[in-house]
């Protein structure tokens, strides 16, 4: 239970942090916590693991990959502990490789659409994303990046770090000025926490903002983003929770307290509907957003009537 409870913590944290790796963090966590688990049978274990999974799942509501992870796990079938186990280590085992493969072939996929001489725009940190461009670059592309700091936790800051390491040309803006440097660029590719039924993306916030500034300039807005980060339940109707975040990592407590009149808001994702998205690049194929459902249905596995279904009493 204690390495369990301190993935969560991480995770909640944001020491592990970004859609795709937490989807595999959980993955992995799940088939650990397996392996360890104490429980005299098979309906103890089946309830242990319930509660793993519950506390995993609550620690960022926004970011549909881990749902999606923690389903793609615990789909387990099995008659005995030892069965259970392993079971749930190959589904968990899959799951992670699946997924390193998905942000690769992503990379293979949408560096078709990058042009030489391009200047790509991203925001905050996607592995999904960075996929591409990495991908472009390699492939002897000349292409620079232009990346936002990404407040408050300047995940931008990371996404340089990477770049800087491929080599890549990358300017660093802050959030406010991405509408002033879109004159100079190219393409806009970023990454996804969740993608709706509809085709929307929810990503981190002010990512909707820069979609609509290429959108009025004309650019492309490719999203990246695995399989697993669309969400069955937006068939039902469901909205994608945005998660608000401590109000401390906006302003110190300390200063908050000196402004009796103020309050921070802190939402840490925003929506971005699919009017202002281009194309949405996968690792089955690069899609027009309007064919999310296909990628639910065909991919995940959940169509209207399963969905209905697995909801009804
Ligand atoms: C990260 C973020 C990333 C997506 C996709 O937010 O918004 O763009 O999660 O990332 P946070 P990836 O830092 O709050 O987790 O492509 O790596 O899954």
Redesign the pocket.
Known sequence: MKQLKETAAKIKS?EI?????IARAVAAELRDYAQRLAADDIGEFNEKMKLAEELLVSTRPT?V?LPNAVRAVMRYKAKTVDEARMNIKKLADEFITGSENAVKRIGEIGAKRVRDGDTIMTH??????ISIIAAAHAQGKDIKVIATESRP?L?GLLTIKQLDSLGIKTSLIVDSAVRYFMKEVDLVV????AVTVNGSVI??IGTSQLAMAAHESRRNVII?AETYKFSPRTILGELVEIEERDAAEVLSREKLAELPNVSIKNP??DVTPREYIDLICTEVGAIPPEMAYVIIKEFLGWGIEEMNSFTSP
């Open positions: 944001m942090r970004g859609a795709g790796r970011a990959s905050c940190n996607s592995s999904a994303a936790r995940q970023i990454g996804a926490d990503n981190k990246a840490a994702f």
